[in-house]
């Protein structure tokens, strides 16, 4: 079973985060990407959204999720 650790954030506003999710997940892994990098994905753009107040103004652009990606943290033990 597969499964991703979500992202350190703070949070602001959840609304849209699931949507985020799915639609990350579902793009990675029409890209080929192994289902353990596609929830990363997922997990990425759902932190992306629930991070920023309002939905449509901060849908993640390909080089933010590049960005949160390569510097965040992802939640878990230490």
């Known amino acids: 079973m ?9 949070q602001v506003d959840a609304t849209g985060a699931g949507d985020a999710f799915g639609c990350g997940l579902v793009d990675a892994l029409s890209r080929g990407e192994a289902l353990s990098a596609a929830l990363r994905f997922g997990n990425a753009c759902g ?3 629930a991070a920023r107040a309002g939905i449509f103004a901060h849908l993640p652009r390909k080089a933010e999720l590049a960005d949160l990606l390569g510097r965040a943290k992802p939640a878990g033990p230490d």
């Open 2 to 10: 597969a499964a991703a650790l979500p992202f350190v954030i703070e």
């Open 47 to 49: 932190a992306h959204v």
